[in-house]
T-cell receptor
Framework: EAGVAQSPRYKIIEKRQSVAFWCNPISGHATLYWYQQILGQGPKLLIQFQNNGVVDDSQLPKDRFSAERLKGVDSTLKIQPAKLEDSAVYLC?????????????FGEGSRLTVL | SQQGEEDPQALSIQEGENATMNCSYKTSINNLQWYRQNSGRGLVHLILIRSNEREKHSGRLRVTLDTSKKSSSLLITASRAADTASYFCATDSWGKLQFGAGTQVVVTP
């Protein structure tokens, strides 16, 4: 079974530029998550989708971050314009739909460096 | 904000020794999960313990949960060099999973 796919694995941009990350979850997983992990910290939830609807985006900086999940499968996370403090690993995860959060399956992450 | 806090922040042991790390949290939970993250990789789920469970085992892993103290512990027995990684607890409160800052474990041969 294929895992969660993410691209690109690494991205270096200058501040005020834009960047986009792509995620393809495990087939059949209706719930998709984007987490931000700053070096030395645990992952912080940015946004959670159930199919193509947003369940939780309370910690998404909406003035610069946006995410979509068209057709309830792939998802894209965009940052525009990027700030220095956005340097982090962006992790995508997926899970089976459940009334209680079960096991999350993570991709390898996209490491962003903002100069 | 992060719900769980792991202790210690870092742990260095030798192969064959046991590694114990703790997680404390603040609000009521539905379940608590432990994940492992190797350097530069994504997180891998290790074990889930529900709020009505007190102890759970999986291979060399033993997890305890004390909801009265709002704490959990993860024990790795007979550690191996391959266990070198960061370990995170994650608390599920009403469908929202929040991670702690992690414990970095180094196992030397």
């Amino acid at each position: 079974e294929a895992g969660v796919a993410q691209s690109p694995r690494y991205k270096i941009i200058e501040k005020r530029q834009s960047v986009a990350f792509w995620c393809n979850p495990i087939s059949g997983h209706a719930t998709l998550y984007w987490y931000q992990q700053i070096l030395g910290q645990g992952p912080k939830l940015l946004i959670q989708f159930q199919n193509n609807g947003v369940v939780d985006d309370s910690q998404l900086p909406k003035d610069r971050f946006s995410a979509e999940r068209l057709k309830g499968v792939d998802s894209t996370l965009k940052i525009q314009p990027a700030k220095l403090e956005d340097s982090a690993v962006y992790l995508c995860a997926s899970s089976l739909p459940s009334s209680l959060t079960g096991e999350l399956f993570f991709g390898e992450g996209s490491r962003l460096t903002v100069l | 904000s992060q719900q769980g806090e792991e202790d210690p922040q870092a742990l260095s042991i030798q192969e064959g020794e046991n590694a114990t790390m703790n997680c404390s949290y603040k609000t009521s939970i539905n379940n608590l999960q432990w994940y492992r993250q190797n350097s530069g990789r994504g997180l891998v789920h290790l074990i889930l313990i529900r709020s009505n469970e007190r102890e759970k085992h999986s291979g060399r892993l033993r997890v305890t949960l004390d909801t009265s103290k709002k704490s959990s512990s993860l024990l790795i027995t007979a550690s191996r060099a391959a266990d070198t990684a960061s370990y995170f607890c994650a608390t599920d409160s009403w469908g929202k999973l929040q991670f702690g800052a992690g414990t970095q474990v180094v196992v030397t041969p």
